[in-house]
């Protein structure tokens, strides 16, 4: 795309470029590992430095460290149930690690890992794995019945497996494809109307009150950005927990 | 789209680093990170516990002590108000048995006084038959000349019984009546 010489280029923030010099680039420690290290290392800092006072009225710190962990806890044992707190650490990963990288991505500069479908449908297969891995220990073969509900007729069945087996396997999918779409188009359009600004800028006399109009979009972008950040975390993570409850209690 | 160059080895390494990086996070927070806000939360909550029960126990044992200063309070009360009863109740007693007292000695010294009263009449109405006997018969002396006391006693008895007892002031008049009887 390329305008006046300029070109309106959304892409290239996603593209991968490797850090640290040759050490960095021998490892394939790119950007995006990068921001993955740094979430992880805040997320760690902010539960343990947050719960360091171990205070009983919790400061401002250990009072978000709390509500995320009770958040997290709610949605699980809400879900799955009692037997679900042993699922608590992972859920809690997961969506700290993903709410981290929605929200590290809306800093100026930063990267954002959760833009990357391999990343999205890594932590989905690591889910599916986990879900399905967790149903067969519990269940056994009558994990299996799972994919035909009890009570159905019977000559519906080569209708109703195939479905139910499509609608698994599509669970990884589904969820990695819609928090990477919800990432991309985000930061697209954030792009998009950034670029727009410097173009429109550079109209002569006119140009700042025109730019001005994309950079309100990107303003109000950048607040609805930060909402679909938190939301699709939490998607994530209660898709999560759901996929959880039905591998513990079969339907 | 870079995201879907699936060819670049970069793409490779990031999944990789991502297992990496994820797993110990994952490592780190279940093993130490999140006991510690558990435990924390477990703490607060124990405290909590602990704290509702000394207080309800506290609001238990006030309870106690209200309900036993209540009943002291009625207990004092009712107790005041026996001894007020029984003191009204002495009161009244001793002053009804001196009231008695004093009604009985002097209705005893009015009857002393009546009876003194009636001897002192019978003394003056025997008094007054002799009297009256001897002025009678004196008077009939000198009328007559003789004396016949046995008759002017039975005529001053009967002049006494027609007039009444006690007026000893007619004693003269008696006699005199009596002796114009006997004349």
């Known amino acids: 795309m390329a305008a006046e010489g300029q070109t309106i280029d959304a892409l290239s923030q996603f593209e991968l470029t490797p850090v640290l010099g040759k050490v960095g680039a021998s490892v394939g420690f790119t950007q995006s590992a990068a921001h993955m290290l740094l979430a992880a290392v805040l997320i760690t800092a902010l539960v343990m430095y947050g719960m360091s006072k171990r205070a009983v009225v919790p400061g401002r710190l250990q009072a978000l460290t709390e509500s995320a962990y009770e958040f997290v806890q709610n949605l699980v044992v809400g879900q799955v149930g009692e037997e679900g707190k042993r699922f608590f650490p992972f859920v809690f ?10 929200m ?4 100026p500069y930063a990267f954002t890992y959760t833009s990357h479908i391999a990343v999205t449908f890594t932590l989905a297969a690591i889910v599916f794995v986990l879900i399905t891995v967790v149903a067969l220990v519990l269940h056994g073969k009558k994990f299996f019945g799972y994919f035909f509900p009890e009570g159905a007729p019977i000559w519906l069945a080569p209708i109703i497996i195939p479905v139910e087996i499509v609608s698994y396997l599509s669970r990884p999918i589904s969820l990695s494809i819609r928090l ?6 985000g930061h697209v359009m954030l792009k998009v109307f950034a670029t727009f600004v410097v173009l429109l800028g550079g109209l002569g006399a006119i140009g700042p009150f025109v730019a001005a109009l994309p950079l309100a979009v990107n303003i109000a972008l950048v607040g609805f950005e930060l909402l679909v950040a938190f939301l699709q975390a939490y998607v994530f993570a209660i898709l999560t927990s759901i996929y959880l409850h039905d591998a513990v209690h079969l339907h | 789209m870079p995201q879907l160059d699936f060819g670049n080895p970069l793409m490779i390494a990031q999944i990789i680093w991502l297992l ?3 797993g110990f996070l994952y490592f780190v927070l279940s093993a130490h990170a999140l006991p510690r806000v558990e435990s924390v939360l477990e703490e607060r909550r124990t405290r909590i516990t602990a704290d509702l029960e000394a207080a309800r126990a506290a609001k238990t044992e006030a309870d106690a002590a209200m309900t036993a200063h209540r009943e002291a309070t009625a207990r004092a009360r009712a107790e005041a108000q026996a001894a007020i009863a029984n003191a009204l109740q002495q009161a009244q007693s001793e002053a009804q048995a001196r009231t008695d007292e004093l009604n009985a000695r002097l209705a005893k010294q009015i009857e002393d006084a009546e009876a003194r009263i009636a001897a002192a009449r019978d003394a003056a109405m025997g008094a007054l038959r002799q009297v009256a006997a001897e002025t009678a018969d004196s008077l009939v002396v000198k009328l007559t000349g003789r004396s016949d006391r046995a008759a002017v006693e039975r005529a001053v008895d009967k002049v006494l019984g027609a007039r009444g007892a006690d007026e000893a002031v007619r004693a003269r008049t008696v006699a005199a009546a009596s002796a114009a009887r006997l004349v």
């Open chain 1, 93 to 102: 990963t997961l969506f700290m690690f993903v709410l981290f990288g929605n």
């Open chain 1, 104 to 107: 590290l991505g809306m800093l």
């Open chain 1, 180 to 185: 990477f779409a919800n990432m991309v188009a």
């Open chain 2, 20 to 22: 990496i990086i994820f």
